[in-house]
């Protein structure tokens, strides 16, 4: 069974910093690409951040280029965001996603697993 538990959000001041933990297991891990969703209130998800099977390539959504980055640890099934310079805008519930193969993508109906989300809330 294909589990992915996310943690790490919570309440934090505009122009700080969080760094979102996502924990893969039920599946071997190298064989999959990984990202990060988000969902506001009242607004549909939308792409964050993904990063390929072995880390060689990601991708950003323009909203936090520059900001956010998106990393993994093969070794230990766990995939990262770290998000710095906090906008209002960017709260949010904050998804993992998987998608066996080796590319990037930033449509969530690619992605096979989700976690069940983690808020983060960035107060002005």
């Known amino acids: 069974q294909v589990q992915l538990v996310e943690s790490g959000g919570g309440l934090v001041q505009a122009g700080g910093s969080l760094r979102l933990s996502c924990a893969a297991s039920?599946?071997?891990?190298?064989?999959?690409?990984m990202a990060w969703f988000r969902q506001a209130p009242g607004k549909e998800r939308e792409f964050v951040a993904a990063?390929?099977?072995?880390?060689?390539?990601?991708n950003y959504a323009d909203s936090v280029k520059g900001r956010f980055t998106i990393s993994r640890d093969n070794a230990k099934n766990m995939v990262y965001l770290q998000m710095n310079s906090l906008k209002p805008e960017d709260t949010a519930v904050y998804f993992c996603?998987?998608?066996?193969?080796?590319?990037?993508?930033?449509?969530?109906?690619?992605?096979?697993?989700w976690g069940q989300g983690t808020q983060v809330t960035v107060s002005s």
């Open positions: 996603a998987s998608r066996r193969g080796a590319t990037v993508h930033d449509t969530p109906q690619l992605y096979d697993y």
């Open positions: 990063i390929s099977w072995r880390g060689g390539s990601t």
């Open positions: 039920g599946l071997t891990f190298i064989l999959y690409s």
